[in-house]
């Protein structure tokens, strides 16, 4: 005897398949998809009648993400194990990202020149000392007068 089942109970096919589903299965496999570094600056947004739609936040990723595009389609096809997506939208959403704080740096501090008379001064000590050839002693008397000023 065969069980009825009630009309608000879906077969677990239906439930896996259905557009939604699709899509959630798309966002939680999107680094797959895309790529680690491409899923911070590709999201997907909506499945609607085997069109996936993507966020993009600029013109130049745009311009890679279309020529990917047929790629795209296939992993994400691939991935839902049937031909759900056919074409790519791609929007140019910017409030859509993170936007990254630049870090301002420390500028290096300022050092006071080195003079002829001081590099020729401690080029000859160092050649004296260590037996440098005198390239060496003059370039090794820089550096060592470059950290003295600098502290």
């Known amino acids: 005897m065969k069980q ?29 998809i895309v790529g680690k570094g491409n899923s911070k ?23 890679i993400a279309s020529k ?4 795209i389609i296939k992993k994400t096809n691939l991935c839902l194990q049937n031909e759900s997506v056919s074409k790519l939208k791609f929007e140019i959403k910017p409030e859509f990202f993170k936007k990254i704080k630049k870090v301002k740096t420390e500028t290096a501090q300022k050092v006071q020149a080195i003079s002829e008379e ?9 050649i004296d000392k260590f037996g440098l050839n005198e390239k060496t002693a003059e ?8 950290n003295m000023k600098r502290g």
């Not at 990917?68 to 790629?71: E, G, I, N, P, R």
């Not at 001081?118 to 160092?126: R, V, Y």
């Open 4 to 32: 009825q089942r009630s009309s608000s109970v879906k077969p677990l096919k239906t439930l896996v398949f259905d557009s939604q589903n699709k899509f959630m299965i798309i966002l939680m496999n999107w680094p797959n």
């Open 68 to 71: 990917f595009a047929s790629l």
């Open 118 to 126: 001081e590099i020729a001064q401690k080029k000859q000590e160092l």
């Open 139 to 146: 370039r090794a008397a820089e550096i060592e007068l470059l």
């Open 41 to 63: 600056i590709m999201m997907p947004l909506e499945l609607k009648q085997k069109t996936l739609e993507i966020a993009l936040p600029n013109n130049m990723v745009l311009s």
